[in-house]
């Protein structure tokens, strides 16, 4: 891992200490009484401040999640830099789009 | 000669490191998944609600209990980590890995004592 990579995986892994926090809290919040999708999306559909914190959580575990994924390619597989580099890429993009995706259903009204 | 090479291997912080790693993985595994249950809202609140209902099953529940256990495990390691690389504190880090992964497991615990 080159220092740029590493500065980004720290980076990412502090912005999301404190949201990583909040969302086992909710998770806790959210299943007291069971799961219902009327009660999660009461919560989040219109919502601009779910919005901002899971658009920043998906961000930056986007960033993380593929440099973690480069780091376990290039070391446990017999894949080249570039190429473990490329799957990375692709992967942080697909977490990415979904979850932004996610992001609208549960937000959009 | 290769025996030598590998001893840290089971050593306290050797594990700790794997578990980081590894609930990392898991979690990677598991995120595109998690965002496309949650896009089911998309296609109508009937169909996140069909989900969550299937998800009712024990074995989800358990399942459910070991992501929560990696992500606290993976928080608690990472945190360890950042601490280590920009503070001056490397003492008592056996201590705190195992605590890491005794707290994790319990509030995995709890979780599954709540849905259950």
Do not use: C
């Amino acid at each position: 891992m080159n220092v740029r990579l590493y500065v980004w995986q720290r980076t990412t892994a502090a912005i999301m200490a404190p949201l990583v926090l909040v969302h086992i809290a909710v998770i806790f919040y959210a299943t007291r009484q069971g799961m219902s999708a009327a009660d999660i999306l009461s919560r989040t559909q219109g919502s601009i401040a779910w919005a901002a914190y899971y658009g920043l959580f998906v961000a930056a575990v986007s960033i993380h999640a593929a440099i973690g994924m480069r780091n376990v390619l290039t070391e446990w597989l017999p894949l080249m830099e570039r190429r473990a580099g490329r799957y990375a890429i692709a992967f942080g993009v697909l977490l990415f789009v979904l979850g932004f995706r996610a992001i609208a259903a549960v937000v959009l009204p | 000669m290769i025996a030598r090479q590998t001893a840290y291997r089971g050593s306290a912080l050797w594990i700790a490191a794997m578990v980081h790693r590894v609930s990392g993985l898991g979690l990677a595994i598991f995120l595109p998944l998690h965002f496309l249950a949650l896009g089911l809202a998309i296609e109508g609140d009937a169909k996140l609600e069909s989900f969550l209902r299937w998800s009712d099953q024990p074995v989800v529940k358990f399942a459910e209990g070991g992501l929560v256990f990696l992500l606290t495990v993976h928080l608690l390691g990472g945190l360890r980590i950042l601490v280590i690389e920009n503070f001056p504190w490397t003492g008592g880090q056996k201590q705190l890995a195992t605590l890491a992964a005794a707290i994790s497991a319990i509030v995995a615990f709890i979780f599954l004592a709540r849905v259950f």
